[in-house]
């Protein structure tokens, strides 16, 4: 059987206030076409689909069209969970019409798959929640698949039946995969973990979740660790991080298969991928990395004077980018006209004073934010005046303002 892995697609993300929705349609074109290339006969997405639990219609609307393409009219597999920037509701809503072309859509880990067969003869023929068994015409060998789209804590809780407030949710979700492998996932099918979770390596330090991405909390453990992966699971497809990572600590594979493009100045530089998996039951799964060509670069770019950012931007047009002058004072008015004048993505234009950055570490304000407003406001201005206590009629148009 051969699976393509993608997740955290985020569809209708901006950047600031560059939306990124062209971007997104070329590499999800892009992603059906290597799924076309590749005859790949099962799609998993793990999580993540929108970026809001709202998402514009357009957004919505470029999530089914790219489904429907990948499920070949039904006659290859698709399984889609939710993730924590997902509503679960909305994506189970289509989930009867999804069906008819073999697209399973999971918003809650208790969720479950009636059995159902297609014309092309791909078949559900046995579910639980948080488990999926797939026929595949095409294929020797049955897929197994524990889901565990993301949930709160409320909704892990509900899910796996516990009361108990104090219990860790990292040991019973643990306890509870344990519980579907060994009743499902023996030798003689293919079987898979895909879940939107925070996964970490055994007894090491844990990476760094997106910037702007919300921290996922499992029972106020922030990681759930690969040793707690069932050792009847041959890989592992995970969403949540959007780098390409490879985690060791479980019997088979533990993959982030990446977000399909780079959704902040954190992930500047960063090549995305999918990944596509040849599974066979009983034998380890082979699998490579498919690089993604689609979507602009996020740069960032730092210059000592605007006459040489000029002549950078003007030859680097394509590309998303964060632009940093150090200069000696504030920028006019004229310079920042001349920067946006010659570059229509300057997502941001930050500035470094070189007083500041001279500054003897000595004299680096240590903020209370403790403090009042207007507290705050005279430290602030003592702070850029060589200490002297701001005049009255500075203080009184601080207070007017506030008043505003």
Not at 87 to 101: H, V
Not at 241 to 264: C, T
């Amino acid at each position: 059987m051969k699976i393509l892995h993608t997740a955290d697609w985020h569809l209708g993300k901006k950047l600031d206030m560059f939306a990124r929705l062209p971007e997104q349609k070329e590499v999800m074109e892009e992603i059906c076409s290597i799924a076309d290339k590749e005859a790949v006969d099962v799609v998993i997405i793990a999580g993540d689909l929108y970026d809001q639990f709202n998402p514009s219609t357009e957004a919505v609307e470029l999530f089914y069209k790219t489904l429907k393409h990948l499920s070949n009219n039904g006659n290859r597999i698709v399984v889609a969970i939710a993730g924590n920037h997902d509503s679960p509701e909305r994506i189970e809503a289509p989930d009867p019409l999804a069906k008819e072309c073999g697209i399973i859509l999971l918003g809650f880990p208790d969720s479950a798959v009636k059995p159902f067969e297609l014309e092309s003869g791909i078949k559900v023929i046995r579910s639980e929640p948080g488990f999926v068994e797939i026929e595949h015409p095409n294929c020797d060998d049955k897929l197994r698949l524990l889901l565990t789209p993301y949930a709160n804590e409320l909704r892990l809780r509900k899910y796996l039946g516990v009361d108990d407030q104090e219990a860790e949710l990292r040991a019973l979700l643990k306890e509870n995969w344990k519980k579907l492998a060994d009743e499902y996932c023996d030798e003689k099918g293919i079987n898979m973990l895909v879940a939107h979770l925070f996964f970490a390596e055994n007894n090491k330090d844990k990476m760094e979740e997106p910037e702007g991405e919300k921290t996922i909390l499992v029972g106020g453990a922030s990681a759930i660790f690969t040793k707690d992966i069932p050792k009847q699971i041959q890989y592992t497809a995970l969403g949540h991080l959007h780098k390409y990572q490879e985690l060791k600590g479980a019997q088979g594979p533990v993959l982030y298969s990446s977000s399909p493009l780079a959704y902040s100045f954190a992930e500047a530089g960063q090549t995305k991928y999918v990944v596509i998996l040849e599974a066979e039951k009983n034998k380890p799964i082979e699998y490579k990395r498919v690089e993604l060509e689609k979507g602009l670069p996020l740069v960032r770019k730092e210059f000592e004077s605007v006459e040489d950012a000029v002549e950078w931007l003007e030859n680097n047009q394509d590309c998303l980018l964060e632009l940093t002058i150090v200069t000696d004072e504030y920028l006019a008015g004229t310079d920042r006209k001349k920067l946006y004048a010659v570059h229509d993505n300057i997502v941001r234009l930050n500035l470094k004073l070189r007083s500041e950055l001279n500054r003897d570490q000595d004299d680096v304000l240590e903020i209370d934010l403790t403090k009042s407003i207007d507290e705050l406001f005279e430290d602030y201005f003592k702070y850029k005046n060589d200490n002297q206590t701001p005049p009255e009629e500075i203080v009184k148009l601080f207070k007017e303002l506030q008043s505003l």
